[in-house]
């Protein structure tokens, strides 16, 4: 029963590595479209810096109402 108990913890081991190794780097997600740019992290600060500026100027017009019953 240990040596089965080993076994499997060994091939789970080897799972969460592969996942790792496979599924979680940035690479994936690029290729896959699921991010809109990978910045280098020696770049970082003044992308982050440029995205606040162009967010400092946004607002957004919420609507009159959130919730409620127009009248027919």
């Known amino acids: 029963m240990a040596a089965a108990n080993g ?3 060994a091939v789970r081991a080897r799972k969460i ?3 790792r190794d496979e599924l ?3 690479s994936y997600a690029a290729e896959r479209g ?3 740019d990978v910045i280098d992290p020696a770049k970082t600060r ?3 810096i440029r995205a606040l500026e162009v967010l400092r100027s946004k ?3 919420l609507p009159l109402r959130k919730h409620g019953n ?3």
Do not use: K
């Open 70 to 72: 127009p009248p027919l």
């Open 59 to 61: 607002h957004a017009d």
């Open 46 to 48: 003044p992308v982050l």
């Open 24 to 26: 979680m780097n940035f």
């Open 7 to 9: 076994d499997r913890e």
């Open 17 to 19: 590595d592969l996942y």
């Open 34 to 36: 699921l991010v809109n």
